[in-house]
């Protein structure tokens, strides 16, 4: 078996690597240019066709992930709906991005943020509509704020997530500066 021979079966052998996600695409990639003298190899123009349909997929779901928060705000702070209806609406919202969330968590992991950021928003605004529903403005959505608040705090240096605990730290700056201004 000829040199060229056993190059081109480990080249094939990194490619199956790659397609079945055995390693990492940049270490594949880093050993078919080592393989392949730096020359690299050509991907089939259907598998960047297929890339692309699951990029313009994953920009659209993300898109429309976004989405969610205004239309969160319309339904759960525009209409006076009753109760029952206002959790439930809450509630699907939440489930649609939960899901979201553990599949961003297992595939696309940089994405992941979108909806923990939209989680916490969300939840910030069902909570608020459904205080405001049930006991009106004051004290208790005040108190229901701040511990918002506390717990993006604490979620966020737990977990390290910055924005949270930037976004916390100024919400709460901000609803003491309104009580007590």
Request: glycine share 6%; net charge neutral; aromatic share 12%.
């Amino acid at each position: 078996m000829g040199n060229d021979n056993r190059n081109q079966v480990i080249i094939d052998e990194i490619k199956h690597w790659k397609q079945n996600k055995l390693l990492p695409a940049d270490y594949c990639d880093f050993l078919l240019a080592l393989y392949t003298y730096g020359e690299g190899v050509e991907e089939s123009t259907s598998s960047k066709g297929k890339k692309h349909q699951k990029s313009l997929f994953l920009y659209a779901d993300v898109f429309l992930l976004i989405l969610l928060l205004p239309i969160s705000l319309y339904l759960l702070t525009m209409f006076d709906y009753n109760l029952w209806i206002e959790m439930v609406l809450f509630l699907g919202i939440i489930v649609i991005i939960l899901g979201h969330l553990l599949w961003y968590k297992e595939k696309h992991k940089p994405l992941v943020h979108v909806p923990i950021i939209l989680l916490f928003l969300v939840f910030l605004i069902g909570t608020i509509s459904l205080i405001h529903t049930t006991f009106g403005q004051g004290l208790v959505l005040n108190t229901t704020i701040l511990i918002h608040c506390i717990v993006w705090v604490i979620v966020g240096v737990v977990f390290r997530y910055h924005y949270l605990l930037a976004s916390g730290i100024i919400g709460m700056i901000l609803l003491l500066s309104i009580i007590f201004l």
